[in-house]
């Protein structure tokens, strides 16, 4: 089974750049969608950007959009966030999940444990 | 892109039935069978419960139930259990080709 791992994690400045990491173990990291879902302090779960396997097609929340992108490196088993232009409310625990198929439609059903990015001054 | 509505929380005695509910739109809850629920424990990654809005996961015991009609999802958790207490998320997969989540409820077991 596909176990995930994220990094990248850390205090930014508002306005700052970061770049999260969901390395993958495990078999057929290449067959399934991936995507980040956040949780910012005391709050629910929100769909933050995702990919099918071949990265034929992506989505990305309102709030994140023109500001994060998505990728995968299918050589490396990882899966990216790239942040930019930082704000308060993007201070959250970002977790990679696998869906369980190759498309977007799949449930969750392995995540990772999680990093915390906070955007603070 | 508006979350699911889930009531803040919930109540039940350990052996009591509690039903949750999610209600969405014709763009997300009512437009597809994509209805899964997540179970989250304090500082824990979320864990799937069911999918395909009845289909439990692997290894979730059979004392999880959902359902759909309309434009609301709904979990039941039957023969309540302390371990059961923890928040609860809804999602549904949207026309807009991505999932949408519910706001979580937070079940109390007394």
């Known amino acids: 089974e596909v176990q995930l791992v994220e990094s990248g994690g850390g205090l930014v400045q508002p306005g700052g750049s970061l770049r999260l990491s969901c390395a993958a173990s495990g078999s057929g990291f290449s067959f399934y969608a991936m995507s980040w879902v956040r949780q910012a302090p005391g709050k629910g779960l929100e769909a933050v950007s995702g990919?099918?396997?071949?990265?034929?097609?992506?989505y990305y929340a309102d709030s994140v959009k023109g500001r994060f992108t998505i990728s995968r490196d299918t050589s490396m088993n990882t899966l990216y966030l790239e942040m930019s232009s930082l704000r308060a409310e993007d201070t959250a625990v970002y977790f990679c999940?696998?869906?369980?198929?190759?498309?977007?439609?799949?449930?969750?059903?392995?995540w990772g444990h999680g990093t915390m990015v906070t955007v603070a001054s | 892109q508006s979350a699911l509505t889930q009531s803040a929380s919930v109540s039940g005695s350990p052996g009591q039935s509690i039903t949750i509910s999610c209600t969405g739109t014709s763009t997300d809850v009512g437009a597809y069978d994509h209805v899964s629920w997540y179970q989250q424990h304090p500082a824990k990654a979320p864990k799937l419960l069911i999918s395909?809005?009845?289909t439990l996961a692997s290894g979730i015991s059979d004392r999880f139930s959902g359902s759909k009609s309309g434009n609301t999802a709904s979990l039941t958790i039957s023969g309540l259990q302390t371990e059961d207490e923890a928040h609860y998320y809804c999602?549904?997969?949207?026309?807009?080709?991505?999932?949408?989540f519910g706001g979580g409820t937070k079940l109390t077991v007394l």
């Open positions: 999602c549904a997969y949207a026309t807009s080709g991505r999932q949408v």
């Open positions: 990919m099918t396997n071949r990265g034929q097609n992506t």
């Open positions: 999940a696998k869906h369980r198929g190759f498309l977007l439609l799949f449930p969750f059903d392995v």
């Open positions: 395909g809005v009845s």
